[in-house]
């Protein structure tokens, strides 16, 4: 094995078996079954799961809330449920959206609006994390000693979709 994957396998088992804490993940990107196998794993070890992107949605499905038209992965709605049981089970604190960024169509120049991550319009679509969702992240993220992101926050390729992630680096950045 080479240097690089050597000092990869190192970083991954310090996250795994001695991080500092808090340890908390931040977790988006649009398929929650891309990172069902991640959010197994990290479970035993993170203190606190903030879930945003795409994926937050099958996470408010499974917890009997409408998502309208957004991302939403009907088939993992069981699976999510034991995932939400577990963290709580073992006391990981699990964090989802509490408002959205929400618009009719995935465009450059859609008309958007906030509204709680609860009551997404069936005919609209959750497309980034809202500002009060920043706003909690970036407290959940305050006193983090070890930190690990994998995705976006919301469609970050729009610039109206772009912001909840934005905002997300920077709050990752001064920990």
Same mark, same amino acid.
């Given at each position: ?31 929650? !079954?891309? =990172? ?45 449920? !034991? ?47 809202g500002p009060a969702t ?5 407290? =959940? ?35």
């Amino acid at each position: 094995m080479g240097g690089l994957v050597a000092a990869e396998i190192d970083v991954l088992e310090r996250l795994t078996e001695t991080p500092q804490r808090p340890y908390v993940v931040v977790l988006g990107g649009s398929k929650v !079954s891309d =990172k069902l196998g991640v959010i197994d794993n990290l479970l035993g070890a993170v203190d606190r799961l903030l879930v945003g992107g795409g994926m937050c949605f099958t996470f408010l499905a499974a917890q009997n809330h409408e998502v309208g038209g957004s991302l939403l992965e009907e088939d993992q709605i069981d699976t999510v449920q !034991s995932l939400i049981a577990r963290a709580a089970e073992i006391g990981v604190e699990l964090v989802l959206p509490v408002d959205v960024v929400i618009a009719g169509e995935l465009a450059e120049d859609a008309a958007t609006s906030v509204v709680p991550a609860t009551a997404i319009p069936a005919d609209q679509k959750g497309l980034d994390i809202g500002p009060a969702t920043v706003a909690l992240f970036r407290d =959940k993220l305050a006193d983090a000693r070890t930190v690990v992101w994998n995705g976006p926050m919301g469609v970050f390729e729009l610039a109206p979709f772009a912001e909840g992630t934005r905002q997300i680096a920077v709050a990752v950045a001064a920990v």
